[in-house]
């Protein structure tokens, strides 16, 4: 059993930031690509940003130069740092993550999802 644990949501103003952390727990033998995506209200779950076992990012075109992913390996966990923060922004941030289980079993793994508010 594998599962990822989102936290860090929740209601922030226009211009502040939010960091979301995601932990991976369970019969882990590696973890590839982590990510984040988005679901917002009347749209497609898209993809905010992702990084490779060895560190490679890559951010969609209209988070750039506002949000950092990096990961922690030793602690199986991912981490979104959100700066200046618009409404645009608001909406449900699901961890995604690539892992090999004990078993050598590869499977694309999804959190619950955490909720992101901008609003004044």
């Known amino acids: 059993q594998v599962q990822l644990v989102e936290s860090g949501g929740g209601l922030v103003q226009p211009g502040g930031s939010l960091r979301l952390s995601c932990v991976a727990s369970?019969?882990?033998?590696?973890?590839?690509?982590m990510g984040w995506y988005r679901h917002a209200p009347g749209s497609q779950r898209e993809l905010v940003a992702r990084?490779?076992?060895?560190?490679?990012?890559t951010y969609d075109d209209s988070v750039k130069g506002r949000f950092t992913i990096s990961r922690d390996n030793a602690k199986n966990t991912v981490y979104l740092q959100m700066n200046s923060l618009t409404p645009e922004d608001t909406a449900v941030y699901y961890c995604?993550?690539?892992?090999?289980?004990?078993?050598?079993?590869?499977?694309?793994?999804w959190g619950q999802g955490t909720q992101v508010t901008v609003s004044s």
């Open positions: 990084i490779t076992s060895g560190g490679t990012t």
């Open positions: 369970g019969s882990i033998f590696s973890i590839n690509t």
């Open positions: 995604s993550a690539t892992i090999t289980n004990i078993s050598r079993s590869t499977t694309t793994y």
